[in-house]
C-alpha cells in the first residue's frame, strides 16, 4: 500500500516495511546518523535531533503502528504513557483504536470526593537531576482495565518502574511495554523485566 508522499508502505511476515525497510532499521539509520554521544565514556546518547526536541512525526507514526501491530492481540483496552512518550504512544494508540492515559506530573483537580490519584515519585538520578511525581486519576485506570505501558527511550527504567507501580496500585492488569529505544549500557531491562514480567516490545 503506499503512504503519504508517495512512501511505499507493506508488510512482509507480520513486519511492516517502509520503501523496502523495517521501522527498527529505519531508527537505526537515524541513530547512526543523527544521535551524538556524549559523557566522558561516550555512554549518553543525545537523540534531540529528531526523537526528544526536534520531532520526525512520521518516524514516529510508522513505529507507532508497528507496536501496535506487534502488541495487537493482548486486548489492550488502554495505553499509559509518559509525556516523555506521548508521540509515540499517541500513534499506537490511533492504530490499536484504544484511549490514550498521560501520567502528568502536577496532580488533577478531582471531579468527586471518591475519585483517588494513583502517585509515585520518580527518583532523581541519571539525566533527571530531580526527583518527578507522576499521577494518574482513578477516573481513567482501574481493575477492569488492561493497560499497555508506552514510551520512546527506556535508559535505566525508572520510569516505567513507577508507572508500572501505579499501574500495579490501581488494579489493572499491565499486559507489554513498547518501546522505540532501549539504551542497553544504562541497565533498564534488567530492571524492569525480572520484576514485572511482561511482554516486552522493542522495534
Same mark, same amino acid.
Given at each position: 500500500?503506499?503512504?503519504?508522499?508517495?512512501? *511505499?508502505?507493506?508488510?512482509?511476515?507480520?513486519? /511492516?516495511?517502509?520503501?523496502?525497510?523495517?521501522?527498527?532499521?529505519?531508527?537505526?539509520?537515524? @541513530?547512526?546518523?543523527?544521535?551524538?554521544?556524549?559523557?566522558?565514556?561516550?555512554? =549518553?546518547?543525545?537523540?534531540?535531533? #529528531? /526523537?526528544?526536541?526536534?520531532?520526525?512525526?512520521?518516524?514516529?507514526? @510508522?513505529?507507532?503502528?508497528?507496536?501496535?501491530?506487534? #502488541?495487537? &492481540?493482548?486486548?489492550?483496552?488502554?495505553?499509559?504513557?509518559?509525556?516523555?512518550?506521548?508521540?509515540?504512544?499517541?500513534?499506537?494508540?490511533?492504530?490499536?483504536?484504544?484511549? $490514550?492515559?498521560?501520567? =502528568?506530573?502536577?496532580?488533577?483537580? =478531582?471531579?468527586?470526593?471518591?475519585?483517588?490519584?494513583?502517585?509515585? =515519585?520518580?527518583? &532523581?538520578?541519571?539525566?533527571?537531576?530531580?526527583?518527578?511525581?507522576?499521577? @494518574?486519576?482513578? *477516573? #481513567?485506570?482501574?481493575?477492569?482495565?488492561?493497560?499497555? $505501558? @508506552?514510551?520512546?527511550?527506556?535508559?535505566?527504567?525508572?520510569?516505567?518502574?513507577?508507572?508500572?507501580?501505579?499501574?500495579? *496500585?490501581?488494579?489493572?492488569?499491565?499486559?507489554?511495554?513498547?518501546?522505540?529505544?532501549?539504551? *542497553?549500557?544504562?541497565? &533498564?531491562?534488567?530492571?524492569?523485566?525480572?520484576?514485572?514480567?511482561?511482554?516486552?516490545? #522493542?522495534?
Amino acid at each position: 500500500m503506499s503512504g503519504m508522499g508517495g512512501v *511505499e508502505m507493506r508488510y512482509k511476515h507480520a513486519m /511492516i516495511l517502509i520503501n523496502g525497510k523495517s521501522p527498527a532499521e529505519i531508527l537505526q539509520e537515524r @541513530i547512526r546518523k543523527e544521535g551524538t554521544q556524549l559523557g566522558p565514556n561516550g555512554t =549518553t546518547l543525545k537523540l534531540h535531533a #529528531f /526523537i526528544n526536541h526536534q520531532v520526525d512525526c512520521h518516524l514516529m507514526s @510508522i513505529c507507532g503502528q508497528h507496536l501496535a501491530y506487534r #502488541f495487537r &492481540g493482548l486486548g489492550a483496552n488502554k495505553i499509559i504513557a509518559p509525556r516523555s512518550g506521548v508521540l509515540l504512544a499517541q500513534c499506537c494508540a490511533i492504530h490499536l483504536r484504544v484511549p $490514550l492515559v498521560i501520567a =502528568t506530573t502536577v496532580a488533577p483537580v =478531582t471531579s468527586a470526593r471518591d475519585i483517588k490519584i494513583y502517585s509515585q =515519585t520518580r527518583k &532523581g538520578g541519571g539525566q533527571y537531576m530531580n526527583d518527578v511525581a507522576l499521577h @494518574i486519576s482513578s *477516573e #481513567f485506570i482501574g481493575p477492569s482495565d488492561r493497560v499497555l $505501558l @508506552i514510551d520512546d527511550v527506556m535508559s535505566s527504567g525508572a520510569t516505567a518502574n513507577v508507572l508500572m507501580q501505579i499501574i500495579s *496500585e490501581a488494579g489493572a492488569q499491565l499486559v507489554g511495554f513498547g518501546l522505540m529505544i532501549a539504551k *542497553e549500557f544504562d541497565g &533498564g531491562r534488567p530492571q524492569v523485566y525480572p520484576r514485572w514480567r511482561l511482554q516486552m516490545g #522493542f522495534l
